[in-house]
């Protein structure tokens, strides 16, 4: 079990797009495996985690690592295929952002698709909620996007005494 530092803010590495992960190589794999490991770990010791991003734990990769009613798996080149025009406002938190609570908007529901580890496609036509906005903080994750990012579009500043791109203000 390889455990990982998780990444925080004021990092520039949480800012910087993912890579799509060729499935045909290898370079990848260690990384996924890890982050599954790390999301495992951090559920044990905080009690609580649904997700965890490739570039929280420093990867490159296009990778999620899922815990929660989607499944236990990491998704490798996850992508939303779908929102819906409705939305709904969350608090929303983040391993990597300790301590605070973001108000964000997000889509009511998404549909999302991404393959697993082995290969094997999952499709998910419509997650409400919830899982919606799960999907979308981590996907955010791997587009360079932060809730921080998202609250200050939203609200036309930072949220929370938080300036995302340095750290706690």
Known sequence: MAVREVVLIGDARLWQVAQAVDPAKQDWRQDAIDLADTLADLKVRRGFGRGLAGPQIGS??????FDCRLGTFVAVNPRITWRSDETFSVLDDCFSIPGRKVPVTRSKAVAFECVDID???HVFERLEPDLAELVQHEVDHLD????TDR?????GSTATGVDSRMGAT
């Open 60 to 65: 490159p990769w296009r990778l999620i690592a």
């Open 119 to 121: 290969g094997h496609a």
């Open 144 to 147: 360079g996007i932060l809730m």
């Open 151 to 155: 609250a200050g579009q939203q609200h």
